[in-house]
């Protein structure tokens, strides 16, 4: 699709153009396997030689077809999807990172994130420095050591809502000749385009907002293209030096810049984990994309409605949401995501967590769940659930205090959910 189309043209019709008499909605490719005349052929597809599918937990026309789109809504040069947004984050330090070597991350991340850090991979030898995001520039280009391969952090952070200053954190990388990965999962690329502001790679839970509808779990990873493995060829050697179980492939000489970072994840890793996305759930989540850019609209509103309503009540100790005057982030906010932020709000009630506890309990409108960025509104209390692994100085670290509820807001009418806030808070 055009270059120059706008970002709501994208969301409905990126990543797949019907030809005469093909189907106009994208087709469902619901096979394991695909057919070859010869050997030859399907080995030349081994051999990445040829492109072309050959088997689905590498690579289905489907999910490619889905990945092109958000592919083309980040402004990247190639992307993949796969099973689940944990799986995107694994990947996208796996892929350039091994026992032995140590990653950056900003300390406010979501919950699933931290322990797949700080726990799993940490296991496999992999060491995370968790570091402030409103570090300063010392602080950060302090953190980096000689065996460095990424930073990583997010957007918009789930739940503490902290803005990233992509800028700051883009430019220490560099310094340091290691890319900048973003998860990008709760401002979209309709909110945020990560690239612009200099992050190399982008991750999406595409569980949130892209599907929108809380009806598949999904991932995907897109590269800007923009970051020379071969100019840090020392550094990388996943990507610079041959892949012997890849037939002596160098993923950074045979597909560039562009390609090299997907084409291994997909080559070498996909293969190993097999990680992959359904192409039903691909199917499912480019329904929700086609309407990404209306509904990311319609949430940003509801959420700063809910947020100024909370802001004037009594019984409200404090409200976190970005895209209020009075939030630390304001200003950081509007730079990276000049027209709104996300529908998630979260607030302490006074009375801490018991009154958190029965405040949730007395809404009728927003279920308690462990989900966010659906059209349905949902709650959650982080301390006791998602976050229930961490100490509660952790949990203050990570920018998610033990009285916080998180509210995700929506495709309600704002007027039925503010009724609704307003008639939980007199049961406190
Ligand atoms: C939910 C989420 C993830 C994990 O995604 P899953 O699809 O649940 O595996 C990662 N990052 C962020 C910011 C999330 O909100």
Redesign the pocket.
């Known amino acids: 699709m055009k270059n120059n189309y706008s970002i709501e043209t994208k969301c409905v019709q990126g990543g797949y153009t019907a030809g005469n008499g093909e189907p106009r909605q994208i087709p469902i490719i619901q096979s394991t396997t695909f057919k070859y005349t010869t050997s030859e052929e399907m080995g030349k597809l081994f051999d990445l030689e040829a492109s072309g599918y050959f088997y689905s937990r590498l690579q289905n026309p489907t999910c490619d077809t889905v990945a092109a789109k958000i592919c083309e809504l980040e402004g990247g040069t190639a992307s993949m999807l796969l099973s ?6 694994f990947f996208s330090i796996f892929n350039i990172a091994n026992c032995g070597d140590h990653v950056i991350s900003s300390a406010s ?2 919950g ?2 931290y322990n797949l850090f700080a726990v799993t991979m940490k296991k496999m030898g992999i060491d995370f420095t968790f570091i402030d995001p409103d570090c300063t520039e010392e602080e950060l280009n302090a953190a980096f050591r000689e065996n460095t391969k990424a930073v990583f952090g ?1 957007t918009l ?2 739940p503490a809502l902290t803005v990233l200053d992509i800028e700051k954190f883009a430019k220490a990388a560099h310094a340091h000749g290691v890319p900048l990965i973003i ?1 990008n ?2 401002a979209t690329p309709v909110n945020c385009r990560p690239f612009e502001h200099g992050a190399d790679i982008v ?1 999406h ?4 907002y892209m599907d929108g509808h809380g009806a598949a ?3 995907c990873i897109v590269d800007s293209g923009n970051f020379d493995w071969m100019a840090h060829a020392e550094k990388f050697p996943g990507l610079c030096t041959p892949d012997e179980s890849y037939h002596g492939i160098t993923y950074a000489e045979r597909f560039g810049k562009e390609g090299a970072f997907i084409y291994k994840a997909t080559a070498q890793l996909m293969r190993d984990f097999g990680a992959t996305q359904s192409p039903q759930n691909a199917f499912i989540l480019n329904l929700g994309l086609e309407s990404l850019h209306v509904r990311m609209a319609r949430h940003c509103e509801n959420a700063t409605r809910v947020a100024k309503f909370l802001e004037s009540h009594e019984k409200i100790g404090w409200v976190n949401y970005p895209g209020l005057e009075s939030n630390k982030y304001y200003e950081l906010a509007k730079k990276y995501m000049p027209n709104g932020t996300c529908g998630v709000v979260s607030f302490g009630i006074k009375g801490g967590r018991a009154a958190a506890e029965k405040f949730m309990k007395a809404l009728k409108i927003a279920a308690i769940e462990t989900h ?2 659906d059209a349905r509104s949902c709650c959650l209390h982080p301390a006791s659930s998602t976050h229930r692994q961490m100490t509660d100085e952790e949990l203050t670290a990570a920018g998610v205090p033990s009285d916080l509820v998180r509210l995700s807001c929506g495709l309600e009418h704002y007027n039925d959910l503010i009724a609704d806030i307003a008639s939980a808070l007199e049961e406190v």
């Not at 689940?84 to 984050?89: D, E, I, R, Y």
């Not at 839970?205 to 949130?208: D, E, F, L, M, P």
């Open positions: 689940s947004g944990q799986a995107a984050s991340i979501y699933g994130t997010e952070a789930n998860d999962t709760f991750t839970s595409t569980t949130k779990v999904g991932g966010v960025a």
